[in-house]
T-cell receptor
Framework: GAVVSQHPSWVICKSGTSVKIECRSL??????MFWYRQFPKQSLMLMAT?????????EQGVEKDKFLINHASLTLSTLTVTSAHPEDSSFYIC???????????FGPGTRLTVL | KQEVTQIPAALSVPEGENLVLNCSFT??????LQWFRQDPGKGLTSLLL?????REQTSGRLNASLDKSSGRSTLYIAASQPGDSATYLC???????????FGTGTRLTIIP
């Protein structure tokens, strides 16, 4: 199957700082990528849909000014958590949509801990 | 809006047994359904993708079925092994877009 990478795999930062997470599709071009967050023992919750060359679409309740998404190329989307707070600590997972056969492939996730 | 439910929430079985995980969804107008595996602290591994035109999909010891009319999918695992221990998630798309809605998962433990 297709491969999606994320970097970093984990990050610890101080409250008030910004953190950037990268999501790359390694062997296919993805016009659409998705960002999810997952709290312990819970399922994945979609945060936003990232479209190459256009603005991201955010789910209800997700602050677009706090979670900045940039999809500048067909293989890279970035999520920047701005002015991070302890409640932003979570597991962030991205996925990239392969148009054939219209399947989503997921990255390994990034664990963010805000102190 | 699509809603996905998985039963049971947790399951423990002895090694070697066959088992079935269940997934139900409310909106049957789906073009596919995916099953994933998630190990603790890790991302998702895609196991099987069933297209809406298919009724079954097989990969090794895994077999997934899809019944759109009843809004159900099952994941059958044959001859379970300790390495199968993980959380299994099913995900169905929402009508009219490509967003996936995930079930809450079934945490599977295979007892050696």
């Amino acid at each position: 199957g297709a491969v999606v990478s994320q970097h970093p795999s984990w990050v610890i930062c101080k409250s008030g700082t910004s953190v950037k997470i990268e999501c790359r599709s390694l062997d296919f071009q993805a016009t659409t990528m998705f960002w999810y967050r997952q709290f312990p023992k819970q399922s994945l919750m979609l945060m936003a849909t990232s479209n190459e060359g256009s603005k991201a679409t955010y789910e209800q309740g997700v602050e677009k000014d706090k979670f900045l998404i940039n999809h500048a190329s067909l293989t890279l989307s970035t999520l920047t958590v701005t002015s991070a707070h302890p409640e932003d600590s979570s597991f962030y997972i991205c996925s990239a949509r392969d148009p054939n056969p219209y399947e989503q492939f997921f990255g390994p996730g990034t664990r963010l801990t805000v102190l | 809006k699509q809603e996905v439910t998985q039963i049971p929430a947790a399951l423990s079985v002895p090694e070697g047994e066959n088992l079935v995980l269940n997934c139900s969804f409310t909106d049957s107008a789906i073009y596919n359904l995916q099953w994933f595996r998630q190990d603790p602290g890790k991302g998702l591994t895609s196991l099987l993708l069933i297209q809406s035109s298919q009724r079954e999909q097989t990969s090794g010891r895994l077999n997934a079925s899809l019944d759109k009319s009843s809004g159900r999918s099952t994941l059958y695992i044959a001859a379970s092994q300790p390495g199968d221990s993980a959380t299994y998630l099913c995900a169905a798309p929402n009508f009219g877009n490509e967003k996936l809605t995930f079930g809450t998962g079934t945490r599977l433990t295979i007892i050696p």
